[in-house]
Structure formats: structure tokens, C-alpha cells
């Protein structure tokens, strides 16, 4: 496929996910998605979070060309506190294309703007800013709506859940969320050059996000491609995403993705610096590194990965490691400090690296330049020294009210998950942690998304924030469009089941939604109410692919004779039956080992004779029965 | 695919797994798998556990319609306790041929003993009985050998794991595995009439195993489809293999699969009892069900499923739940205790059925008929009831020497995996726990092998011996061939990430050799490490298909130009002169926060020196990396 020639040749995916529809909640006509149940459910619908964007929305006018509208420009402006200036030139090195050779060139972006946002002289943009002096921005309220949802429905649940000391509230009140962004716990990451963006939160007592990778790359490139991929991963429920474009092209690839993305978009600047020095990692200078920081503050990206922890003392700590240093961030910097045998530059400059991010409210994700690539390397010295030098920079952030994230590992074995959390809480005062997995084995290549699954499910259960998604083509290739999407649906279940175990009020809303369809053989709301139901249909239909077999009442695995409501009707009328006293209890606290008495005989009697009467249906199974 | 009419039109995958051979260790000639790496890795094979039996074996002489050789006949014969009797009647309605209408019917295993085994009278032939006699059997023997796989290579490892309690020794001794049979901490499921089977354990002190689904249905039956699935699944390292067909021909397709198969078979005969009775559960009667033990007893079944703690009174405890009843045989046995309004025969009949088990040494697999099917009837008062049954009937199993194993949930969110395991251990004195998954979550069918593989490591880590697997059809249909594979192969990574975080003493060797082939680019071992050495090698090439791209010295993510060996070789350059103190140490502790004082100025210029002599080389990125 080719770059971007013209309009009608761009293909992303449009329009609604199956039984569902778009609806705009509160005065800021929140974005969420309500899943329509069959009428025989007697169930309200079922609202869920969608970081999808305009993209499912049918009457939305979508237009790659000209980008998305931009829903946070008023409320940026009103703020009174920036100011409009010319956008720096964009340079043939920008995009890899230096010397004559221009191959490889894409569509400069149709639609660029020529003045961008800036914070006025000696003001602070950051949302950390505002809400440490006590100000409810719109973006906060968007937050806690977005974040509120089902809780309503949720409130006569009683909480259920180990949340490791966090401090999930019953309700979210945009003064909570201020709360926490002004106590570094949460961050909302939104450039003010990104006003297409719609307001999301990561902090460890919110919903539990996700974030998917995409970019060209030295061996493949194609805009037309990583926009539809952008578009792919957020319908399929990705929070943010990481542009992580190397080679050429990457300032007009990056642009093409932030005016399409109504999710945050988050960059490693040092990758395309590095490109403007042909890729000679020891070619790098503070002023090439300033200059791109500025080139994507300028265009709109939400979060830098600033690999500055890894300091030139902690190098040597890897030297005896199985895998050495595996982050690619981290590896350029070990060379540069190497080769200058300097500390590193981003280190020294942090101050002023936050001073230009605070004009344009990025936030900060501080890279792990020294995870673990491997199970022998985990939880090994360099990896804490970089963790605690992290925390140190955390604070330095936020002296300038600058928001911070913290990245994480990479290969870790289960019995060390909790130590990676615990030690980052403590060293980056509650910083949200961003982790990459971890992956709990590495001998599995072709099912990192599964390994790595295992792991970001137990770490966001212990608090981390937002999980990084893994493909399948992890270590092996480059995911394609199939990849993503199975890459953020398993994303999205490690996440959820966080949720479920921290016991976020409503996450257990939809488990209980789906498990009630299942048992009451509604496949379609089955199929609706998953995180995939093209696949969960197309599954079912392999085996029964009858119209026919979506409503009947039977299991796909089980064949016709099935029916589990009748025994549930036959065990709750026997149930009620004891309770008016017919039959002895038997019901109320089993002795363990003993085991308890039985009904009486007369019990039994009138309920064999009522049950004979009722007429001995056949009853084997239940619907969502596995197994046996 | 019809049912098999001649040996030709039957197919099963034969042939070694890539880059690896069969070898025989020690005096028994107990099977294992032999890696082959690169000359250049300078390391020697390494050895894997491998179930798969004769079928990867080029030396090996195939013969579906003859069945396996018998490697136990002479062990079983030589203890003297074992009579041979004239094989039970078949009869048509154990293929469910009542009637005149024979359609569906499958040819019969054209190689049947009609003199099968069982314990002469007064006598006992379980592994169980022998070992709490002192006496060390050929099979334990076997088990000790298969086990200690590698610990001999593991020896200068130091331990490195959380085993919450278990006794996972650095060797095992056939002693040892004596000892963890006497005490019903482990079983060896093995059948006198399944001579064909290998030995393997299953216990919290030895390495976790898995099992895999296989069976013809109500709506699907084809033999040949089932063995071949058989002979699949171990291929990719299934441990055990459940036979749960339904509907007809259950006698016949059973006989093909045991005679085909060098791993245990389970079965939960009350599913052929129901057949027997049209499947009318009230119609069930102990003598049906004793006849249908007998018969499975007599083909060579290694563990029953039996469903004796779904107890009446708690059937009541129930009727509030969100899905009810789900487990199939859970169902029959709570639907015949309504109908009859009487205890459950299974409980009541528990001792008599325990005599016959002990004439065969079939294992019980007891039954949680009372599991949850959704999140959100997890750990509930009906679920623990019947585990407290479970733990009752295990002493009864153990007055008579019968070995026993417990089966757990189900749907459980992670908060509430460990309770599970806790009350099992303590409910059943540590007999082996088999779980199925359990799913961590209820909203994404489709991706039940990744919600449930959650669930599975972390409760292997817990302590569970055995995990029943999963496929992505779970809730929606049918395994096909391909599901069977992504649920084995996604079972043996969950099952080895426990035996890591255990701190089993050999599991790690296999991770570590992986990851430095893969930080050396050595694509082809890395490949034939992994668990799948044909899916990694398909992703690889669909990035970069070229011969050479397999032997080159980048990473497919990363293009030609990365080369992480180099900056680790600085590195290691820079740590050694560090040693000899030509720079002041700043390897040893790092402090927190502060971080570390750098080196000397003299340090700096004399490496800067080297570095530059030594040529610059580019280096970026490095073969294990994930995203940044």
C-alpha cells in the first residue's frame, strides 16, 4: 500500500462496534459506548468506556485529511494564558531526508497548522499546575465523568476487592480528580497542540488504561498504514498510543497520527534525534535533542519517553547481565555516556527539558532505559539504581508542577512482580507507574501477548496504572493489523480483571451482564457485551452456524438437550420451599469435612411428588459450563 | 473426515519437533527432548520434558490400528498382584446403539485384549498402596528420572522462587517420589490396563502439569479427528488428556485413544452412564454407574472424574447464584438429588466405589460439581461447601490406599485465586489441587486460554499441581485442531511461569539459554527453544522472509543496522577496568535517590581514549528490546 496519495485511497475503520451505540454524557457530551441488551433481558444497556473517538460514531464526519475537530480549543484558550506563535520550519532532516536522496518521502499532512500554542512568558500550562492552585479544569471534569461511568448502576454493590493501598473512592468528583493530578498520582496527558484530544486519566485509582505501539520503522514504512492502525487500536480499546516511528519520514508520519488521534500520543524524542545524526548515537548533542523537543511540542504530542535515568555509573551494572541493555532509548544513551565517558545529557539538562515541557503541558514518561531483557535479569542493580534515580527526577518534575509517569519492566518472574511495584511507589512517591508487561517467562516467542498478559494483569492489580501492550510479533517481527488488535483486546482483559480484583465500583458490572447472558443462552448480548464480538460470534458460528442457533436455548458445546435455566427454576423453588418451612433447612451453614443432615422425609416426599408433577424435564448442563 | 476404515486414511502428525531428538536417560529409558543449539553458542543441548511419547520419534514404528507397545506390562506383571479375567461384555448400548438405528456408529479398535487385568482378590495395586509399604516401584522410578531433568545442569544455580510453602527438593530421588505418594501429596495415574502409558507425576513438588480437553460430542463425532487431537496435544506438551465425548460411540472412541496414548486418560464416566439412561438424569442408578466403571476400569481409564460432593443439602446454596449450576456432571448429579430427593449415590456408595478403583489404581479426580461459572459467584458458600466434601471423601480414598486429586475452579478474579488454593490444601491435606484456568475475568469469550491462563500461573505459583486447559472456543463452540494447539501451548507457559516463580531448580535453565540466543541472534535456537518453534519462525519471516535474515546479527524489529553484542562488549570492557582500578568502582551499591559519584576525570579521558581507538562502532538498540 502507498503513502497517502489522495483521499479516496486512505481506509480507516468507520462506524459502530456491534451492538452498541455512541452516547455524549454531561454537559461535556462525554464520549461513552451503551451496548443495547435483547428485550427478553429486562436489562437496562450497559455503558462502557470508549477511547475510540469520533471512529464509531455514525454521524460524525470523519475526514483524515483535514483531521478531527478540536474539542479542547475553547477551553485552552479561556484560560487566557497562551499565546499563538509561527510553527518552527519543519526541515529535510525532520524527516530523514537529507542529501539528494528524497525517496521514501510521504504526503506532508494537508491540513498543518502554521501557528501553534505556547505557554505565555513565565507561564505554567500543565494541568498539574492548575490543579495544585485549586482550579476544576474542563479537562478534569471530563475525567470524572468518563471515569464515573456505571457507578451510578453500581451503587448498591458492595465493594469487592484487595487494592493494595490505593484509594479507589466509591464516586469520582472532579475535585477528586484535581486531588490526585496535584498530588502526582494522576496524570492527564494532553498538549495543548493536541486539542483534539479527548481528556483521559492514568493513575493508580482509576480505571486501569492501556497503551498500544505504532510507527514506521527502518525496515517499513507506510502513513496510509499506521493511521489505520491508530484507528484499529483505539477501536479495540486502546488509552493512548505510542508513536515509535524510527528511520525516515517521522515528522510527517507523526503528524498525520496526532491530528487523527482523539487519544493522547506519546513519543521517544531521541529516536528522531538520533535519525538527524545519521544514527550515530555519539553524534548526539544537547541541541539537537532541545530542537526536536520542541519540534513535537510544537506539533502535539502528549508524553515524552525521556530516558534520563540512565546515568553513566549504572552502565557498568549491566555488564555481567544475560541480556544487557534491551531498551533501545537506553542503549543510545549507555553509548553516549560510553563514548564520552560523560554523564548523560538528558540527566544534566532535566531542568530544562521540564522547562520547555511545562509551555505545552507534555508529560513526562520516564524511560527504564535499564529493565530487564530477560527472567535472569530481573529486578537486578542496575535496574533499581536507574528506578530510584527516576524517583529522584519525579520530584524534580514536579517542583515545575510538570506530570510524570514512570515506566516499567520488561521480563519479570512472577514472585518479583510485587517487589517492581512496591519499590516504585516508594521511590516515585505514587507516580504512575507505566509498565511493559512484564513478561512472566521468556520461552514462549509467538505468545508474548500471553506471557506478558499474565504479568500486566498481576501489576496492575498491585497498582500500576497503565499496561503496554505486547503482540504477538514481540522479539519475533513487526505487528501487523492482526496483531494489534489481539495485542490490545488481551490488554484489555489484563486490565479489566485489575479492575475487577482492585474493586473499582462498576468493573464487575459487565462480567455480571455477560455471565447472566450466557446463562440465559442470549447469545447476541453474549457476543455484544465482550471485548470482541466479531470473534466470540465467528467462534460460535464455526461450530453452529445457524441463524437458528443464536437463540436457541443451548450450548454450542453441548448440543440441543440443554437447558441450565430449568434446573436453576427446580433449585430455586426447592430453595423458596424451605424458607416457608416445608423442608427443614438445609441451607444455611455447611459443617465443613461433616457435611450437614439431609431434608426430612416428609420434605422429600412433597417435593418428589411436586417435582414428578412439574414433569421431570430433561435437564443436563448449564450454558456456560467448561468441561465436566 | 469419516471414521476410520483403514489404517492408510488415518493421519497423525509423527516426526521429531524441529531442532530437537528423542533421547532414553538412565536404565528405564525414560523419554526426553534433546535441544540442539548453534556450534557457536559453545553450549551443549538442552534437555526438555516431553510427554509426547513415540510419536516424535523417528525410530519409532506407528501403528494406530495396533495401539503403543506395553512399556509397563512386565513392571505390573512382576509384583504378582494381578490376575487376567475375561474382558466385560461390550455392549450396544455403551456406544449408545440402542435401537435398531446404528447410524453414526464408528468401527470398533480392531486390536482389543479380551483378557484384561485386575488385582487379584483381597489385593491392592495402587502406586498408593505401595508406597506407604516402603516399596520404591518402576514407575516411581521413572517419575524420579523424568523430574530431575536438568537439575544436575541446575546444580551451580542458586535457588530463586516464592513456593509458598511447598518442598521442592534440589534432587529427586525415587525415595522422594515414594514419599510424596504415601502421603497423598502426588499421584501417578496410571491404570494396570493402560501398560502403554508413561509415568508422570502430579504434585505441588513436582514440575506443574497440564491437561487437554479432547472428545466427540453431541453434535460432532469423528475417531480419527479425536486421536489425531490426541496425539496433537502431547505433541505440544499436553500431560494428560480428559476423554469427554458425549452422545454416542463413547466406548469404541475411548478404546482408540487409550490404546493410542502414552499419557494418562481421564474420563467422568457419568456422562457414558447417562447415555445409558437416554439421558434422563433421574434415571441414573448405582448399578448402571458401577457397570460403567467397571467397563471404563477394564479399558485402561487412569482417573475418574467423580462428581461425590455435590451433596443434596447443598444444591440449595445455589439458588441465588448469577449462572447457577455449570459443571455438566455437577448438573446431572444436583438434577437426580431433586428428582429422587435423596443424597447423592455417588457420596453415599463413595467406599464401594473406592474397591473397585483400587483393583485397577485409577486415581480419583474428585469433581467440583459446585464450581463457579462467573465472576461473580467466585469462593461462595455452595463452592467451599463441597470443597470441604471434597476433603472428607479424599481421607476415605486414603483409608483404602486410593490416590486421589481434587478439581478446582472455574471463574475466579485474582484477589480471590489464593483462598483457593489455601482452603484446598488445608480442606484436602495437600492432595494435588487440578484447576481449570481458573478465568480471571467473564467479558472476553474468545480469549478464554488468555483470561484463564491469568488465573492458571498464578495459581500453579500457589501450589496447583495440574492445570486443565482452556481453548479460545471456550463458551462459544468446538476446539478444532488449532485451538487445541494455542490452549496446550498456552497452558505450558502459564504452567512454566509457576515452576519459575516456585523456584523449581531447573526450570530457569530453559528461559536463560533462550535469552541469550536471543541477545546473540541466534534465530534458529531461539526458535527451537521456544515452546512453538513454527510459530516463531512464521512471525520472523513474515517480517523478514530472506534465509539470511535468520542468521544475520539484527533484530526484525529493529533493521540492519542494531548490533547489541557491541555495547555490551564496551561495557564489559568498561567494568573490567574498573576492576583493576583504572576507574574508581561505581559498580557496588548503588545509594537511592542520590544516585552515584562518576568516574574520575583521569578514568574518563583514559576510556574515552580506548573508546575512540577501539573505532566507534554504531550501535543502537539490541536483539531482545521491546518498544523503546
Redesign the interface.
Known sequence: MADIPARTELKVTTGPIRGSRKIHVGPLGVKMREIHLEPSSGEPPLRVYDPSGPYTDPDARIDIMAGLPELRRAWIRDRGDVEEVQQREVRPEDNGQLGPDRSGGVQPFPNVRKKVLRARAGMNVSQMYYARRGIVTPEMEYVATRENLGREMAREYKRD??DWGASIPDYVTPEFVRDEIARGRAIIPNNINHPESEPMAIGRNFLVKINA?IGN????SDVAQEVDKLVWAIRWGADTV?D?S??RNIHDTREWIIRNSPVPIGT?PIYQA?EKVG????DLTWEIFRDTLIEQAEQGVDYF?IHAGV???????????????????G??M??WC??????SFLYERFDEITEIMKAYDIAYSL?DGLRP????DAND?AQ??EL??L??LTKRAWDQDVQVMI?GP??V???KIKENMDKQLE?CGEAPFYT??PL????????D???S??GA??IG?YGTAML?Y?T???????P?RDDVKVGV??Y???A???D????HPAA?L???A???A??EFRWRD??N????PD??E???????PAEGAKTAHFC??????FC?MK??Q???D??KL?EVGLLNS??AH?E????????VDE???A??KR??EGG?E???????????
Open positions: 476487592g484487595q505501539n520503522s527502518a525496515v517499513a505510542m515509535l524510527t528511520g521517544v538520533l544514527g550515530i548515537a555519539e519517553t546515568r553513566l555509573p549504572y552502565v557498568p551494572l549491566t555488564a555481567k547481565r544475560v541480556t544487557g541493555i534491551v531498551s533501545r532509548g542503549s543510545i549507555a553509548k560510553l563514548a564520552h565517558h560523560k554523564e524511560g531483557g530477560s527472567i535472569a542493580e533499581f539504581a530510584y534515580t524517583g529522584e515506566e520488561g521480563h518472574p512472577m514472585h521511590a511493559l508487561g512472566t517467562t521468556d520461552i514462549a516467542p509467538g505468545y501477548h500471553i506471557t498478559g499474565i494483569a498481576m492489580w503496554c505486547v504477538p510479533k514481540e522479539h519475533l517481527g513487526l501487523d483486546v488481551t484489555k482483559l489484563a479489566h480483571a485489575a475487577l480484583a482492585k474493586g464487575k459487565r462480567d455480571d455477560l455471565s447472566r450466557r446463562f453474549q457476543f457485551l465482550s471485548l470482541d470473534t466470540a465467528q467462534y460460535h458460528d464455526q461450530t453452529l454450542s458445546m453441548c448440543g440441543p438437550k441450565s434446573i436453576t427446580e433449585v430455586r426447592f430453595a424451605q438445609t441451607g455447611p465443613p469435612v461433616e457435611g450437614r443432615a439431609l431434608p420434605g422429600m416426599a417435593m418428589s417435582y414428578n421431570r430433561l435437564y443436563i448442563g448449564a450454558g456456560g459450563r467448561e468441561h465436566d
